[in-house]
């Protein structure tokens, strides 16, 4: 009987089976570092320095600096089997169709890990209040909400998940420090899309008060008017329409093109 | 079984390592892809595996095109690369992890060629050495019982007498619906075995004969004299006198020998070529 080219799930969960073989260690490791380092420093603050957490505020900021840069070295990693021509040839050569391969890949490096490090993270909190109220008798103020309150919080995981599409299609690209070159790619890019920006400004509105030092990129443009006795700010900013434009292409437009093309870029692998 | 059509492919612009290539590789026979290092043999291997993309052309297994890498391609095909990659687990969880993508895997007959090579079943993969970690990677593709299997460079790292067992499971495990191709530049570990020869040089394929073929039009001989043997194609000397090779005009029978065959064509092939024409 002739298979289904494209996608067939008991093939899928044949390549996630095959995959949890080759990489269980990593995985394994890579779970230890991330919980140990999260509950492991913090606890150890309490209990040398006897220095308490008192607000959950206190902690956001190593839960968003583990959620990027545990999540990015982690989805830098998603393709380095293609790194090693052994490993690339057994990963091409297996009879699973490119698109699962890619599935398997792209659901454990964004739905695995946003799984297991949301869970981690509830964990060590809890484990750094148990350690806190058992060694300082303080517990620690609930005072952040991380999708709420105020709202724009939110837009810190579309963030995530676009830098995530975009790591995911560096992993394609770049075999090997493929974390460090995405990080530079990323970087070239912005400046390039800065540069473009000053160009457009200094277009539109000239070069004599250097408006491209004051604008948002893309957004709006701060100009000066300086008077005998007062000065005022005009602000020009793009159209409603444009900005709801912006929102809806951050929202749901630039990680799924990432990752249609990291799709392809994966299809043209030659080894 | 494996149509390559004009095909064309180069690593660097302006280079081409193959131009409009043309070969036909059918079911049941074994083919020894023979050819001096760096001829082309594995980047040939790559292009019917889908490892490597055509720049122009079609490389088509079993009416599929390789670099499509489909799943019912690549349940079709089992690669043998001369650097292989092998999980650190034991041999049965490496069989129960990759066995169910082969539809055709025959579990049992994998256990025989590993006994066949003399390995033992219960050992960790990571504690084998290179031969023997390439002895099951035969093993298991030979059980998986793909329609093409090719094998690139498969008795390198491979001890004399498991060059021998080598030899052995492959002539057992041919059938009329297998197509079995071989490379290697030790043309002397293909001693019958091959029943097709394929000899590529400087990225060109310069001979394609089945050894039948080859052993009714040429007659291989050790002779003490080289002048008092007439109408020599090729001879090389050694210290028992000097093997030759010459036109089988009497249609004796000789066993071929494949290392002087492929010196012959690779020193001189056009005399010998005109004879097949």
Known sequence: MQPNNVFNVRRMQLYLQKHFTDHY????????????????????????AREPFRRMSELVPFYYIG??????LFTSRAFNELGSKEKGVDFLMLPASQFEKFITLFLISSIGYLLFYHISSYLSFKIIEGAQLTALNQKIERNYDL?????????????YVILQAAFLLGATYFHKYSFIKTVLSVFIFGFALWLINCIIVTLLF???????????PFLL???????PSSWHSTVYLIPEWLQNTYLFTIKFVIAPVLWIIAYFRLKDQEI | MINIQSLTFSYRK???????????LEAGHIYGLLGKNGAGKSTLLKQM???????SGTCEVLGYPSAKRQPAFLREIFLVPEEFYLPKVSVKRYVNTYAPFYPNFDEAAFYNYLKEFEIPKDQQLTEMSYGQKKKVLISFALAANTKALIMDEPTNGLDIPSKSQFRKVIAAAVSDDKCIVIST???????????????IDDHKIIFREDVQTVTDKLSFKTVSRIEETTGVLFADSNLRGHTVITRNAGQEQSKIDMELLFNAILTNHKPIQEIFN
């Open chain 2, 49 to 55: 595996a889908g490892l490597l993309f055509p720049d």
């Open chain 2, 14 to 24: 302006n280079k081409p390592l193959f131009e409009n290539l043309q070969l036909r």
């Open chain 1, 25 to 48: 260690r990593f995985y394994g490791m890579g779970m230890l570092v991330i919980f140990g380092l999260m509950t492991g420093i913090a606890v150890l603050m309490i209990l040398v």
């Open chain 1, 221 to 227: 443009v701060a100009k000066q008017e300086v008077g």
């Open chain 2, 185 to 199: 530049h030790q043309v002397r570990d293909l001693d019958n075995l091959i029943d097709s020869i394929v000899i």
């Open chain 1, 147 to 159: 999708l709420d309150n105020p709202k724009e919080k939110v837009y810190v995981y579309y963030g």
């Open chain 1, 67 to 72: 959620l990027f840069l545990g999540g990015l």
């Open chain 1, 206 to 216: 000239g070069f004599g008060q250097e408006f491209w030092k004051r604008s948002v």
